[in-house]
């Protein structure tokens, strides 16, 4: 189906009080609702549960975006849809079996992978030698937090935000990259 109005129009209609506008956000957004369900394998007897979480994680998109922020409203609502289906993926663990939750750093180095630079030359230039070792423990060795803080022996805090602040320099790498 194709929209007449970008998310922007749909956005500023809605803040107007246009209900149509409303409804008309709801029917774009839901195939990538239903996108990232299948994603993560939500079984079929949750599906509905999870697509209405899909839809509330919508609305509260939509009332906390940013216009002025440099984030697109599509990724803005796929980070918080994907971060809430892992929330209750953890939260009620018990209940949903083989499904595998990992963590937002793959999605954002597979868009670091997507640009048209050499990942392997440039993703890594701006981080401290901490960091380096920290990012690639956790993530290609899949160390968790105490063992990266035993191994280098240091404070499980000092892992925590050596890994904050690797994202957020990665973060501005791929920003960097897109404008370019």
């Known amino acids: 189906m194709i929209y007449k109005y970008n998310d922007y129009e749909l956005l500023y209609l809605i803040y107007e009080k246009q209900d149509e506008a409303l409804e008309l956000m709801f029917k774009k957004y839901e195939s990538l609702i239903r996108t990232r369900i299948r994603d993560f394998h939500i079984k079929s007897k949750n599906y509905d549960d999870f697509f209405q979480e899909g839809l509330i994680m919508l609305k509260i998109a939509i009332e906390t975006y940013d216009i002025y922020e440099r984030k697109t409203f599509n990724k803005y609502f796929d980070l918080i849809l994907q971060r809430k ?46 960091e380096k070792q920290v990012f690639e423990m956790m993530y290609e060795s899949k160390k968790d937090i105490s063992q990266i803080a035993k191994e280098i022996l240091c404070d499980e805090r000092k892992i925590y935000n050596a890994i904050y602040r690797a994202k957020k320099k990665i973060r501005r790498v791929i920003t960097h990259s897109n404008r370019s």
Request: hydrophobic letters at 40%.
């Open 85 to 130: 289906i892992r929330e209750i993926l953890t939260r009620e663990s018990k209940y949903f079996y083989h499904v595998v939750i990992q963590d937002n750093m793959d999605y954002l180095l597979s868009e670091v992978k997507e640009t048209t630079f050499k990942i392997e030359e440039n993703w890594k230039v701006g981080l401290t030698a901490l």
